[in-house]
């Protein structure tokens, strides 16, 4: 970090209290109001932390090199001016050579040089917090490390952490011990993204990150931020229910509504072979004994351009994403 001098980083320190504002506007709110305000914004912060531990595990998994950040060029070089990616910023200190993480994203709508080079500018609120943790000393040196997504796998990442699960109802038995899907309206009749997941309370995916604990990315200073349980971000889309991934499905040829009506109200034998695994996962299903209830299945999608969807390996992606293989993909 040479480039910037101890008075260029102590010029930006005082910024900082720019953020001590919202505790008046606390104090100026009935207690029920605050009381609710508080309990927003600390699910909402606890939210951004799953899916930054998430992403942070993506790029543990890929095994990628940090890079040290020495100069502003090394944000405009071509091969980072017009790319998509995940990103981490990292650091080290001088009790310490062990790079810990700062901050991680998916660069998915800005190129990935500009949205680094706001990690580095004092007029920034990122660029401030990493300015005056250098200039006070609290760290040695920053690092950044990132990898090149398509723009199918960045939505694939935006269908795994951000989009909800929709569970998939079912009529009662007919015919003795047969049950029918009922699908949701609302299914777009366009080109994109889908998964199917069914709950299970026994089944535990293996996972070598299984038992590690996040820890607070704004304590950094205190210690790492450790590698995440690859199942965080399921913890927030369904608190009370454990959803596991089998099939990832891509709706290219067909729209998203053609394609999950194939799945759960077709005539199995009617498609093609890698539909196989998954459709007859879902007509077994549908099979009950008395008294017993089918498997509770969900699905979730997302829009994506049809020019997009043959690029990348979307299946892979959310496998890194999740932590284990999809149990009906080729």
Known sequence: MEEYSQEDWGNHSQDL??????????????ATKRTLKIK???????????????????LESVQLKWELFQSWTDFSRLHLSNKLAIFGIGYNTRWKEDI??????????????????????????????????????????????????????ARCLELHMEIDWIPIAHSKPTGGNVVQYLLPGGIPKSPGLYAIGYEDCQEKPHSP????????????TQGEVDVPSPQASLR???ESTRIIYCYLGIAEVRTLQQCLFLHFQANTK??????????????QNCIVE?????????????????????????????????????KFNN
């Open 236 to 238: 927030v889309e369904m």
């Open 100 to 153: 810990r993480y700062h901050y991680a994203e998916i660069s998915s709508q800005v190129p990935l040089g500009k949205r680094l080079r706001e990690y580095f500018n004092s007029e920034k609120p990122e660029g401030r917090i990493i300015m005056t943790r250098v200039q006070k000393m609290n760290w040695k040196n920053v690092y950044y490390k990132f990898l090149e997504i398509t723009i199918s796998e």
């Open 40 to 58: 927003q914004e600390s699910s909402e912060e606890a939210q951004k932390q799953d899916v930054m531990q998430n992403i942070v595990q993506i």
């Open 209 to 220: 990150h299984a038992d590690r604990r996040g820890q607070d990315p704004g304590k950094e």
């Open 270 to 283: 009617t498609f093609s072979k890698e539909w196989v695994g998954i459709n007859a996962f879902l007509s």
């Open 290 to 326: 008395p008294g017993v209830s089918p498997k509770s299945i969900y699905i979730k999608f997302v829009e994506v351009e049809r020019d997009f969807l043959s690029a990348g390996s979307l299946v892979e992606c959310l496998e890194k994403a999740i932590g284990y293989p999809l």
């Open 17 to 30: 209290h720019c953020y001590q504002g919202g505790d008046q506007e606390l104090d100026e709110m009935p």
